[in-house]
């Protein structure tokens, strides 16, 4: 590691990864991500709650954003009031909580410092 | 059912469909995977890179969906194809990601009569148009006008965040399904999610009177392609 860039990410070995550009494009670009939250979370760990269906698209989406570990855990809440009032129940609202629990634990984890 | 774009939006609206286990699908694309999709489009793995969507999502669907009835088309929604690739179909949900093909889509669909759901996601938002009554007022054009003479803000420039595709998918392929079911309560209203706070909202779209698809002088009567110049985002 470069004296500079240790400067920049301190000691913390999950940071130093180097970031795979062209996989990533579309987080670099995006307000919010960029290069820093690329790396927060790929040094992320987080907990997913959704089960079947919904636990599938809320672990393949934070796979996808190159979460560092993806873990099972409990049974959980609903969503939110919204999911249950605009949508029908089915497979529709099932993608949609998924996609809604994994945005929601990637907003922590780019919070995260 | 067609579904337009099997990309960020359309796989999504694709899973959620064949899962409904209430419908025929039929999807147009034309692309490839790229490494760059894969960050959003979960239907994808790596060893799909570089096959085509169609071949790799029509897999993935009877996976999850054994029964599914799939028809792939591999091509482009043009001017040229628009009436036989809409043949037949009750519902169209719109996953293009380019405004030349969304402007075609409406305008196609208008004269055809066929309702849209139009889902799309950009940076930290979502957005489902759903046209009115029998595919017309109001219609996108009520909403866009036309194709934007700068060239727009694309995923490919501007990002976007994986999960705002699947939320835009989902209530995409809910919409379509509520319009499949006869439910029309939602006809000619958006639905905006805002990634940021998790919150969607939905508004209702006032038709426009001198709309050039559906108000009373309306001047698009075929599908001219001069009128679809726009640029694409290609992944
Ligand atoms: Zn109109």
Not at chain 2, 26 to 46: A, M, P, T
Not at chain 2, 132 to 157: H, I, M, N, Q, V
């Amino acid at each position: 590691m470069t004296p500079k860039a240790k400067e920049l990410i301190g000691d913390h070995p999950t940071l130093a990864v180097t970031i795979d550009r062209r996989r990533y494009a579309r987080h670099l670009t995006l307000p919010g991500v960029g290069e820093q939250g690329q790396r927060r979370l790929h040094a992320a760990s987080v907990e997913i709650q959704g089960s079947g269906l919904r636990g599938w698209v809320a672990r393949r989406y934070l796979e996808a954003a190159g979460v560092g570990e993806v873990r099972q855990g409990a049974r959980g809440s609903e969503g939110p009031r919204w999911l249950l009032e605009e949508l029908v129940e089915g497979p529709s609202r099932e993608v949609t909580a998924g996609a809604l629990e994994a945005l929601e634990q990637l907003r922590e984890a780019l919070k995260a410092t | 059912m067609l579904v337009i774009g099997a990309g960020g939006v359309g796989t999504p609206v694709a899973l959620a469909l064949a899962l409904s286990g209430s419908c025929r699908l039929r999807i147009v694309d034309d692309d490839e995977v790229e490494l760059s999709n894969l960050h959003r489009q979960i239907l994808f793995q790596d060893s799909d890179v570089g096959r085509s969507k169609l071949e790799a999502l029509t897999r993935a669907l009877r996976s999850h969906a054994p029964q599914v009835e799939v028809e792939a088309i591999d091509g482009r929604f043009l001017p040229e194809t628009a009436g036989e690739i809409l043949r037949g179909v009750a519902v169209v949900v719109d996953g293009s990601d380019n405004f030349a093909t969304r402007f075609l889509t409406a305008d196609a669909c208008a004269l055809a009569e066929v309702p849209v759901v139009h889902g799309a996601a950009l940076r930290w938002q979502a957005t489902c148009f759903v046209t009115g009554a029998g595919g017309r007022r109001p219609c996108y054009r009520c909403l866009f006008e036309d194709l934007p003479e700068e060239p727009a803000p694309d995923c490919g420039t501007a990002g976007v965040l994986g999960p705002v595709c699947g939320v835009s998918g989902g209530v995409a392929a809910d919409a379509a399904l509520r319009w499949l079911a006869g439910d029309t309560r939602i006809a000619g209203t958006v639905a905006s999610f805002d990634g940021h706070s998790g919150r969607l909202r939905r508004t209702r779209v006032q038709p426009r009177a001198n709309c050039s698809l559906c108000g009373e002088g309306a001047t698009i009567r075929e599908l001219d392609r001069r009128r679809y110049g726009g640029g694409r985002c290609d992944a």
